[in-house]
């Protein structure tokens, strides 16, 4: 009995199992969603699609995402879908199918509970979008290129049929700030911007050098003074100010708009006013066409720079006129020409004669001037030579003065150097005389003196003395009396 009841609870076990697996799983997978539908509740208000309020009957708001969840199926029922993806380049916008409709007939939603548009944008990427909550429209990015700038326009907000004027008090006036139905002062600049169409609409206005010829069919016809019909071919070279381009586009419309109805008439009434003041041969020779374009150019300038619209150049190519009085100009001026020529050609002879008269009149000058810088040249080099010759005597003159000086100089050193030598040899002479004379008074005599030198020099020669003494003197030699004289 318990192996059956055992048998019975395993099996409501695996009973259980399999139902709540198979039927109370649900498991989006990769790039799905799970819309959620409630079978049970309060039932939706009259009008109502969505489940907005917990427990009523319905589409629930919120999804599933990717993963594995249980519902009751007997409460539950679900749905499967992808989910929102949004390509690089694109951006969505949301329209949200519940909730309260406008009061003034917008299609903005004001807020979560409000049916309409959404004001925020969906940007590039994988999306959870409930598909019976909200329907989803693509657009693609607003590029805004270099040389370029977007012209916002808002949509929606307060207007003049709201009860709300514009300000034209200023040059603005025509344009809106944030929260009223209108042209928009702030531009978008270079970049990718992503901006609700519903809400704005935004007009891609070239900034860049335009430029545009009239010619042909569309060059500048106008009369003038005496009647003739004349034709004015050109170029004009034009920019738009971005900072006046929301009035400006507002005000005026496209390039096409700027071109016909600001650019072009402003260009022919000038023609036909300032054209009717002249005559047609004034077009055809003279200054006028450089000052009829100058005065084109600065009229432009000055009547374009308001409505924003810069003129960078203004170019006359061509002014036509009528080919009656063309040819007859045209002859006028070639023998006028013609005329200028010879007169031209007249003014060159004369020019070379007197050019050869003044290459006579050089050369000559030039010689004169020559033999003039010889002759002076000479008379400098003869008073040079003068001057140096007199240089050189005085030199040589104060040069023997000075040998004369020294040579005195000399002698007088000389007869000096004679008299001290004089001196010192007389000294020399009395010094000796004086040692002499002491000697000999230490010897007693003069006799004694001399055979005390006599003997001094012979006596370191003599090795050997022979003598018998007879003589009576030293070593047999004769005695000196007191006379000096032998015995």
Not at 348 to 376: C, D, F, I, P, Y
Request: proline share 3%.
């Amino acid at each position: 009995m318990k192996q059956k009841i055992f048998s019975i609870v395993a099996a409501l076990i695996a009973a259980a199992a399999l139902f709540v697996w198979f039927g109370c799983r649900i498991e989006p997978g990769n790039g799905e969603i799970a819309v959620l539908i409630r079978k049970t509740g309060k039932p939706l208000a009259a009008g109502e699609i969505i489940a907005r309020n917990p427990g009523e009957q319905g589409i629930q708001p919120q999804v599933l995402g990717e993963g594995r969840y249980f519902r009751n199926p007997y409460v539950w029922d679900w749905e499967i879908f992808p989910v929102t993806e949004v390509p690089a380049g694109k951006f969505a916008v949301l329209v949200r199918k519940f909730g309260e409709p406008g009061s003034d007939g917008s299609i903005i939603a004001k807020d979560e509970n409000s049916k309409g548009v959404v004001r925020e944008v969906l940007g590039t990427g994988r999306h959870r979008i409930n598909p019976y909550a909200y329907e989803v429209k693509l657009f693609d990015d607003i590029k805004i290129m270099p040389g370029t700038i977007g012209v916002v326009t808002s949509l929606t907000g307060n207007d003049i049929f709201s009860g709300t004027q514009n300000d034209y008090s200023s040059e603005e006036g025509f344009l809106v700030s944030d929260g009223r139905k209108g042209v928009i002062k702030e531009v978008l600049k270079e970049g990718t911007h992503r901006i609700n169409p519903f809400i704005y609409s935004v007009t891609v206005v070239n900034t860049r050098r335009q430029r545009h010829e009239f010619s042909g069919k569309e060059a500048i016809t106008f009369l003038t003074v005496d009647g003739f019909p004349v034709a004015i071919e050109g170029t004009v070279e034009f920019n738009i100010d971005e900072k006046l381009a929301p009035r400006l586009t507002q005000v005026v419309g496209d390039m096409e708009d700027i071109l016909n109805k600001i650019i072009l008439p402003s260009v022919r009434g000038f023609a036909r006013i300032e054209g009717s003041k002249k005559q047609a041969t004034e077009f055809i020779v003279g200054e006028s066409r450089r000052l009829f374009q100058e005065k084109l150019d600065a009229f432009l300038k000055n009547n374009c720079r308001k409505w924003g619209i810069e003129i960078n150049s203004v170019l006359i190519r061509d002014i036509i006129a009528p080919q009656t009085i063309a040819g007859i100009i045209r002859n006028r001026e070639l023998a006028h020409q013609e005329a200028v020529k010879y007169d031209q050609e007249i003014i060159r002879a004369r020019s070379e004669a007197e050019l050869a008269k003044q290459k006579m009149l050089a050369e000559q000058n030039l010689k004169k001037v020559a033999a003039e810088t010889e002759k002076l040249t000479a008379s400098i080099s003869a008073r040079q030579r003068q001057s140096e010759s007199v240089v050189a005597a005085e030199t040589e003159l104060k040069v023997a003065e000075i040998n004369y000086q020294t040579a005195l100089a000399d002698a007088a050193a000389k007869l000096k150097e004679a008299a001290a030598e004089k001196d010192i040899i007389a000294k020399r002479n009395e010094s000796e005389a004086e040692v002499l004379r002491r000697q000999v008074e230490a010897y007693g005599n003069g006799a004694a003196y001399v055979q005390s030198r006599l003997w001094g020099k012979i006596m370191p020669g003599i090795t050997t003395i022979i003598s018998n003494g007879s003589a009576g003197g030293s070593f047999g030699l004769p005695e000196i009396n007191s006379k000096g004289g032998a015995k």
